[in-house]
């Protein structure tokens, strides 16, 4: 069964230090998501991606966050300088259409990398 | 604005029934969902309602949603240790391409 998948599954880095978290969506899947769960907190949208750029992103996605499609194959996530704040767990998520009732689409999620800043 | 409720923690023997609840703030949801998150894995769809209808069943799952209380509630009948996990309820708004979720609950079968 095609599935989302993530690497790292577990980061440690230190503050101030760039991570980039990688994520291969399923194959003909066209949006591109994530999300995050800081721990005993909601999971939080981030931003989505569709045709090579953002379509929406959230408040918590501030200019210390990056989105790329590099290849035909992953979309990364990149934290430019990383805060405390920012330890979580990082979901990447994909669908092969919109979500909600007249598109139908399905959100296929990823196992998730967890990111620990010191 | 989206926001979604959800008690935290339920433990039930395997075989019970158990029912998990999840409150929402947002009339406009038109999709709602339950995930669930096994350990060490991402979060799987397990079933959604449509706005629209009160109840859906599916095999063991009995989505029942109270529109005017804005409650969703998920019952798992005859549960198994494979139900262990955590739930997550989500709701999506009309016009919009992404989920707003719960706290998520953990649900621990005991054998």
């Known amino acids: 069964e095609p599935e989302v998948t993530q690497t790292p599954s577990h980061q440690v880095t230190q503050m101030g230090q760039e991570v980039i978290l990688r994520c291969v969506p399923i194959s003909n899947h066209l949006y591109f998501y994530w999300y995050r769960q800081i721990l005993g907190q909601k999971v939080e949208f981030l931003v989505s991606?569709?045709?090579?750029?953002?379509?929406?992103k959230s408040e918590i996605f501030d200019d210390q966050f990056s989105v790329e499609r590099p290849d035909g194959s992953n979309f990364t996530l990149k934290i430019r300088s990383t805060k405390l704040e920012d330890s979580a767990m990082y979901f990447c998520?994909?669908?092969?259409?919109?979500?909600?009732?007249?598109?139908?689409?399905?959100?296929?999620f990823g196992e998730g990398s967890r990111l620990t800043v010191l | 604005g989206e926001d979604v409720e959800q008690s935290l923690f339920l433990s039930v023997r395997e075989g019970d029934s158990s029912v998990i609840n999840c409150t929402y703030t947002d009339s406009s949801s038109t999709y709602l969902y339950w995930y669930k998150q096994e350990p060490g894995a991402g979060l799987q769809l397990l079933t959604y309602i449509f706005s629209n209808m009160d109840m859906k069943q599916d095999q063991r799952l009995t989505v029942l949603l109270n529109k005017k209380d804005k409650h969703l509630s998920l019952r798992i009948a005859d549960t198994q240790t494979g139900d262990s996990a955590i739930y997550f309820c989500a709701e999506i708004l009309y016009g919009n391409n992404r989920l707003a979720f719960g706290k998520g609950n953990q649900v621990v079968v005991i054998p």
């Open positions: 998520a994909s669908s092969d259409k919109l979500l909600g009732p007249t598109n139908t689409g399905e959100l296929f």
């Open positions: 991606f569709y045709n090579n750029e953002i379509s929406e």
